[in-house]
T-cell receptor
Framework: DVKVTQSSRYLVKRTGEKVFLECVQD?????MFWYRQDPGLGLRLIYF???????EKGDIPEGYSVSREKKERFSLILESASTNQTSMYLC????????????FGSGTRLTVV | AQKVTQAQTEISVVEKEDVTLDCVYE???????LFWYKQPPSGELVFLIR??????QNEISGRYSWNFQKSTSSFNFTITASQVVDSAVYFC????????????FGPGTRLSVLP
């Protein structure tokens, strides 16, 4: 069964901490994505990557960075967590090309206190 | 610019009722793909269906059916004889880029099926 795995289901961090959210896919997908989901705001794209070491900003990259050192792994980094980054974070992956659907992970619910 | 509208923010139905979730999209491309995803309380978005712009055939999968009408730019989703397990947030999405990197998701419709 193909999968996107996010390392943590729930995470509580303190303001100012450096936070790493990890995502691993086993489908050899080129594209990987990080979204955040907030009530009333839907899904918003933070960053995506289409190859190792390649990244592109999404709609709301401020306060975040990403790392893709291996094809299967895409990390989201909060350099200095703030309370307004409390959210559900969803990772997704897809094959490169038109018409391929995204496969999503189960999400990480991050609370910054 | 691409846009996806799901006008129904929340819907509540009683079990066994039929329910239709609306999706209206905007695009200037002639080649595009439409998707529906289900997000149950567990959080993971689950793929339900993909439709390309050249295939207007309606599709039925068990209790689920989809009505794609290019003339009205709509891709509506109907659940027949709803069940409590259908309670979830449902997202419609549009993709038209060549690399699959620019999905546009609608805001989602929260469906509650009451016993």
């Amino acid at each position: 069964d193909v999968k996107v795995t996010q390392s943590s289901r729930y995470l509580v961090k303190r303001t100012g901490e450096k936070v790493f959210l990890e995502c691993v896919q086993d489908m050899d997908h080129e594209n990987m994505f990080w979204y955040r989901q907030d009530p009333g705001l839907g899904l918003r794209l933070i960053y995506f990557s289409y190859d190792v070491k390649m990244k592109e900003k999404g709609d709301i990259p401020e306060g975040y960075s990403v790392s893709r050192e291996k094809k299967e792994r895409f990390s989201l980094i909060l350099e200095s967590a703030s309370t307004n980054q409390t959210s559900m974070y969803l990772c997704a992956s897809s094959l490169m090309g038109q018409g391929y659907g995204y496969t999503f992970g189960s999400g990480t619910r991050l609370t910054v206190v | 610019a691409q846009k996806v509208t799901q006008a129904q923010t929340e819907i509540s139905v009683v079990e066994k009722e039929d329910v239709t979730l609306d999706c209206v999209y905007e695009t200037r491309d002639t080649t595009y793909y439409l998707f529906w995803y289900k997000q149950p309380p567990s959080g993971e978005l689950v793929f339900l269906i993909r439709r390309n712009s050249f295939d207007e055939q309606n599709e039925i999968s068990g209790r689920y059916s989809w009505n794609f009408q290019k003339s009205t730019s709509s891709f509506n989703f109907t659940i027949t004889a709803s069940q409590v397990v259908d309670s979830a947030v449902y997202f419609c999405a549009l993709s038209e880029d060549d690399y699959g990197q620019n999905f546009v998701f609608g805001p989602g419709t929260r469906l509650s099926v009451l016993p």
